[in-house]
């Protein structure tokens, strides 16, 4: 199935901080799904995670126009997924001088890097920094993840959160902030979203969890960018807090069946009939 999803546009969330935006799913499946990366602009460009190969194209000539490859220094992995390392060999070799901030574990996940060579990567775990653009950068993992080597990016400099896939919500289309939601499908979208990415947190300590919570919670985040689903700034940032915070203990509900895959394979013999093909 391959069709050509609508574009969106890098958005600019904090001063030089831009996500870069794409959707799957949108105008094919009853819901669509963000897949975003971020870039930071300064003295020493971050790239911060690299998008799914399917938008290699699109995601290349966003990046491309708010950095110049020649001066991208570091490129931030937050974990193992595919939809995040998707264009990471494309960067690395069209970015000379860049560093991939990365882990011992992430290099052991993903059989060594092979095309990537160590002198080119800095492990940083949970809870590291690194120094850049005159301020520091914090890797910390955020409450709800689905790899074991996930970890945000945390920039104290415009206080913006990279929470890589905690707070992913579905949408109906390509939405740039939450704020264009309506409040209750925001809460219900992303409840479904992070119990099926997270099962876990129906088994999880409420106390303990909670102590995950108040560490993001205590970096008095400005604006938060999820790879899946639309920014969270202003108010909103304390309502998403508030909205990870009830995850724990709840039932993981069964995601969209087979039901599902015959309405869009419907929608799509639809189409081309009406295309005449
Ligand atoms: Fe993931
Ligand atoms: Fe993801």
Redesign the pocket.
């Known amino acids: 199935m391959h069709t050509n999803p609508p574009r969106h546009h890098p958005v600019e969330i904090a001063p030089d901080t831009f996500v870069i935006q794409a959707t799957q799913g949108e105008g094919v499946a009853p819901m669509a799904v963000h897949?975003n990366s971020m870039v930071i602009r300064g003295r020493e460009p971050i790239v911060v995670d690299t998008g799914a190969a399917t938008h290699r194209d699109r995601y290349l000539e966003d990046l491309f126009s708010l950095v110049d490859p020649e001066d991208v220094r570091w490129v931030f992995l937050s974990?193992d997924?595919a939809?995040?390392y998707g264009n990471l060999d494309a960067v690395m070799a069209a970015c000379p001088h860049a560093t991939l901030v990365t882990s011992w574990f992430q290099w052991e996940r993903m059989e060594n890097m092979p095309t990537i060579p160590p002198f080119r990567l800095r492990w940083i775990d949970d809870g590291g920094t690194f120094e850049a653009n005159g301020r520091t950068y914090a890797a910390i993992r955020p409450p709800v993840y689905?790899s074991p080597t996930t970890r945000g990016l945390y920039d104290t400099g415009t206080g913006v959160y990279w929470a890589?896939?905690c707070w992913?919500t579905p949408v109906a289309r390509g939405t740039a902030n939450v704020d264009e939601l309506d409040a209750a499908d925001w809460r219900d979208g992303f409840t479904m979203f992070q119990l099926m990415?997270s099962p876990w947190l129906s088994v999880v300590d409420d106390a303990r969890y909670q102590r995950s919570v108040d560490r993001v919670a205590d970096l008095h985040i400005r604006a938060i960018a999820s790879?899946?689903g639309p920014a969270i700034t202003g108010g909103n940032v304390a309502v998403a807090m508030d909205m990870l915070r009830g995850l724990a203990g709840m039932d993981v509900p069964e995601g969209p069946g087979q039901p599902m895959l015959d309405e869009i394979v419907n929608g799509l013999l639809a189409d081309a009939a009406a295309d005449g093909r």
């Open positions: 897949l974990h997924d939809d995040h689905d890589s896939d992913a990415n790879a899946h």
